[in-house]
C-alpha cells in the first residue's frame, strides 16, 4: 500500500492508497450527490459499509434541507463504519474548467473542514472528490484539493491533528503526490 506523511502547520497531512471505508479517524468524507442517497462509487461504498444509520440520517437531511447544493457539507453518524461521522459534500461535475469547478471544487473541501473544526473533530480522511462519475481530471482535482487542505492548515494552525486522503487506486495515489510537489511551497 502506497504511503505519504508530511506535516502543514502542525497538522499531519497523509495520502495513502485504500478504501475510506476502513479509515480509523474521526470523520470520513462522502463525495455525495445531491439528494444525499446512496450512489455509485465512493458515496455507494460508504452508504452500504456505514449501513442504515448513514442512509437514514442522510434521508432526514434531504426531507429538512432539500437538495444539498454544490460546495456544502453536512455531517451524520458514522454507522457500522470505523470512523464516527460522516461528512457528505457535493463536488461539482466537471464541464471542461470554464464553469467554476476550481472554486466549488475548492468550496466541498472547505466546507468539510469548517465543519469538522466546527464539531471539535481532530483527524477527518477525504476521497478525491468528484474524481469519479463527476469526471473531474485527477491531476487537477489533486491540486485544487491539496492547495486548499495546505491554505485552510495555515490559516488554521493547529486545529486539526490529521487530514488523509485516501485515494482508491495507485494511479490516483500518485497524481495526488505528484501534485502535492507541485503545491506544498507556494
Same mark, same amino acid.
Given at each position: 500500500?502506497?504511503?505519504?506523511e508530511t506535516e502543514v502547520a502542525?497538522?499531519?497531512?497523509?495520502?495513502?492508497?485504500?478504501?475510506?471505508?476502513?479509515?480509523?479517524?474521526?470523520?470520513?468524507?462522502?463525495?455525495?450527490?445531491?439528494?444525499?442517497?446512496?450512489?455509485?462509487?465512493?458515496?455507494?461504498?460508504?452508504?452500504?459499509?456505514?449501513?442504515?444509520?448513514?442512509?437514514?440520517?442522510?434521508?432526514?437531511?434531504?426531507?429538512?434541507?432539500?437538495?444539498?447544493?454544490?460546495?456544502?457539507?453536512?455531517?451524520?453518524?458514522?454507522?457500522?463504519?470505523?470512523?464516527?461521522?460522516?461528512?457528505?459534500?457535493?463536488?461539482?461535475?466537471?464541464?471542461?474548467?470554464?464553469?467554476?469547478? %476550481?472554486?466549488?471544487?475548492?468550496? @466541498? !473541501?472547505?466546507?468539510?473542514?469548517?465543519? &469538522?473544526? *466546527?464539531?471539535? $473533530? #481532530? /483527524?477527518?480522511?477525504? %476521497?478525491?472528490?468528484?474524481?469519479? @462519475? !463527476?469526471?473531474?481530471?485527477?491531476?487537477? &482535482?489533486? *491540486?485544487?484539493? $491539496? #492547495? /486548499?487542505?495546505?491554505?485552510?492548515?495555515?490559516?488554521?494552525?493547529?486545529?486539526?491533528?490529521?487530514?488523509?486522503?485516501?485515494?482508491?487506486?495507485?494511479?490516483?495515489?500518485?497524481?495526488?503526490?505528484?501534485?502535492?510537489?507541485?503545491?506544498?511551497?507556494?
Amino acid at each position: 500500500m502506497e504511503r505519504f506523511e508530511t506535516e502543514v502547520a502542525g497538522t499531519r497531512l497523509v495520502l495513502v492508497q485504500g478504501d475510506i471505508t476502513k479509515q480509523e479517524v474521526e470523520a470520513i468524507v462522502n463525495a455525495a450527490n445531491p439528494d444525499l442517497t446512496p450512489g455509485g462509487g465512493v458515496s455507494g461504498a460508504i452508504h452500504r459499509a456505514g449501513g442504515p444509520l448513514v442512509t437514514e440520517a442522510a434521508a432526514r437531511i434531504r426531507q429538512e434541507r432539500g437538495r444539498l447544493p454544490t460546495g456544502e457539507a453536512v455531517l451524520t453518524p458514522g454507522g457500522n463504519l470505523p470512523a464516527k461521522f460522516v461528512i457528505h459534500t457535493v463536488g461539482p461535475v466537471w464541464q471542461g474548467g470554464a464553469k467554476g469547478e %476550481p472554486a466549488l471544487l475548492a468550496k @466541498a !473541501y472547505r466546507s468539510c473542514l469548517i465543519l &469538522a473544526v *466546527e464539531k471539535g $473533530l #481532530r /483527524t477527518i480522511a477525504f %476521497p478525491s472528490i468528484s474524481t469519479g @462519475a !463527476y469526471g473531474y481530471p485527477v491531476d487537477q &482535482a489533486a *491540486e485544487v484539493a $491539496l #492547495r /486548499t487542505v495546505r491554505d485552510f492548515l495555515r490559516e488554521n494552525p493547529g486545529k486539526l491533528q490529521e487530514v488523509r486522503f485516501v485515494l482508491f487506486s495507485v494511479p490516483d495515489f500518485q497524481a495526488y503526490r505528484a501534485a502535492w510537489e507541485r503545491v506544498k511551497g507556494l
